[in-house]
């Protein structure tokens, strides 16, 4: 199948560019520590320093700063052909990206002539369940992923190596920052496991997880919320609940990240063939045409179109409603049937 065979190409050069901007950024963080430890050399050379040992210290500490700027240079000139080959790269993405588009829109179409309406509602089903047992194994796979990080550190102990004949100080120093941003790393890394394998399955209720949600916007100490459900409660099946719980998820982390609201209000709301969830609160609000022209990679209108995107996918609605100073709110619908309920 043509898409099958784009796609294929589409994900070789997307993992060949990401290839080469992991070597880009081990580059970047090679050239500023370099450049750090180039400015520590030349503040070493004041006359205080060099009354201790005045000649020694001192031609070794140039000849060390001439062989660093060299190395500066043919870092930059390798970084420089990075770029291009990644500037190359992303134009080539950007005409599969194109091709495929059509391509799949073309699918889409025979697709929709072909399949009942039934039919594609299973598929986008089963399209979220898929998604959700990648992102489970994602989060297991994601202890083993911090290879960039760690190298960073593993640069910065050979670089202490470097310098601990010349100054033990700064090299215990160095050594101690190090140990500490280990520790933000593992932490780091357990919030994001978390929140891509937050609960079972099984396990989840609709209330529960809310509550859970809403209790890290209490704790933040300033903001008062409020949560009430309107309908009798239905049992809803585990996928539906969890796209409903990540929605929740994203806007209360943006409430308490962005918004400086004092007054937080949650509302479910169930009816015969549709459950509903609102989000509410007095912040600063924004406006929503700066969120529709921001990079992608920006994690405010990522956190949106996700969002979207999971109500979407199960024939539901999302709306955001903001304007600057009159807060926020979030309204969320997605229809509910036999299928929907446990």
Known sequence: MIVDYLEKIHQ?????KLRLERKLQKNIILFKN??????????SLDE????????KVD???????????????????????????????????????????????????????????????????KMLEIQELERQRIAKDLQDCMMQNLSNIVHKIEICTKIMDVDTIRCRL?????????????????????????????????????????????????IKVSYKNIGEKRNLSPIVLLMIYYAVQE??????????????NVQTK???????????????????????????????????FLMQERIYLLSGKLEVNSEVGKGTKIVLEVPIDKEDTR
Do not use: W
């Not at 459950?275 to 949106?304: A, C, P, R, T, Y």
């Open 12 to 16: 070789e050069v997307y993992e060949k």
């Open 34 to 43: 370099n450049d750090r430890f180039i400015r520590e050399l030349e503040d």
């Open 48 to 55: 205080n320093f060099e009354s201790f040992s005045p000649r």
């Open 59 to 125: 031609q070794k500490s140039h000849k060390k700063i001439e062989s660093l700027l060299e190395e500066q240079q043919e870092i930059e000139n390798a970084s420089n052909q990075l770029k291009l080959e990644i500037a190359n790269l992303n134009a080539q993405l950007a005409e599969l990206e194109g091709v495929l588009k059509i391509a799949r829109e073309n699918v889409k179409s025979s697709l929709q002539q072909e399949s009942q309406k039934e039919d594609n509602v299973v598929h986008k089903r």
């Open 174 to 222: 160095e050594l101690q920052a190090m140990s500490k941003n280990i520790k933000e790393i593992i932490r780091d890394m357990r919030k994001i496991i978390f929140r891509l394998d937050p609960i079972p399955l099984e396990d989840i209720n609709l209330d529960i997880v809310i509550e859970r949600e809403l209790s890290k916007v209490r704790k933040n100490g300033r």
């Open 251 to 264: 806007s209360c982390s943006n409430i308490i990240k962005h918004s400086n609201a004092k007054n937080v």
């Open 270 to 304: 169930y009816t015969k063939d549709k459950v509903q969830v609102i989000v509410e609160d007095d912040g600063i609000g924004f406006e929503l045409k700066k969120i529709e022209h921001m990079n992608e990679e920006e994690n405010s209108k990522i956190g949106i």
